[in-house]
């Protein structure tokens, strides 16, 4: 399973961005993905949960950015995205997607959120 995520970008505060991560592989599915999801890293290469979403809808999100951020899917296309709105500076940094797949996990390449002030 291959993940490309896209939609990173600088934006000042207050501003938006969209992600998005797609799903690809000849092994891929329509109901082979189970949990999706959105990953900040830290300092210490740590990778902390921002958003997930079960393959039937139900979100999860850290308290950081509950009501500014909104993750959905679109099951047909093997595709998550991160609507982030109200950004602000805490929230810079390379943002993985994530999927799992008969209880393996896949990594996406990172993409970059710059927030300035």
């Known amino acids: 399973v291959q993940l490309q995520a896209s939609g990173g970008g600088s934006v000042q505060t207050g501003g938006s961005l969209r992600l998005s991560c797609v799903a690809s592989?000849?092994?891929?599915?329509?109901?082979?993905?189970?949990?999706m999801g959105w990953y900040r890293q830290v300092p210490g290469n740590q990778r902390d949960l921002v958003a997930s979403?079960?393959?039937?809808?139900?979100?999860a999100y850290a308290n950081s950015v509950k009501g500014r951020f909104t993750i959905s899917r679109d099951n047909a296309k093997n595709t998550v995205y991160l609507q982030m709105n109200s950004l602000n500076p805490e929230d810079t940094g390379p943002y993985y997607c994530?999927?799992?797949?008969?209880?393996?996990?896949?990594w996406g390449q990172g993409t970059l959120v710059t927030v300035s002030s």
């Open positions: 994530d999927a799992q797949r008969f209880g393996v996990r896949y």
């Open positions: 592989g000849s092994i891929v599915s329509a109901d082979s993905i189970s949990d």
């Open positions: 979403i079960s393959r039937g809808g139900t979100a």
